[in-house]
């Protein structure tokens, strides 16, 4: 199945704060998931802390299976919130 590169990215999740989310981001990516997250390197330059909450995780909802499996494999992210449930393959 050829991967559609213009769907529109889903929620994966919800991070607690910017640092869970760039640490998703780079597990997924890792394992050969392109991810991005909302929050920006740049967000303490303009006032904001590294720690401030609810920051999503998203991803082509092609991958939304293989990212939870990637997930799964680290007890960490058992409480993450907003959590997509593909409903296909």
Do not use: W
């Not at 920006?40 to 303009?46: H, R, W």
């Amino acid at each position: 199945m050829a991967e559609d590169i213009h769907a529109e990215p889903v929620l994966l999740c919800s991070a607690a704060n910017e640092i869970e989310a760039t640490l998703i981001v780079n597990l997924l990516t890792d394992g050969g998931i392109p991810a991005h997250t909302d929050a920006t390197q740049a967000s303490g330059v303009f006032g904001g802390l590294p720690f401030e909450s609810g920051h999503g995780v998203y991803i082509q909802p092609q991958h939304a299976r293989q990212a939870l499996a990637i997930l799964s494999q680290y007890p960490q992210f058992e409480e993450l919130k907003n959590v997509h449930a593909p409903t296909s393959d």
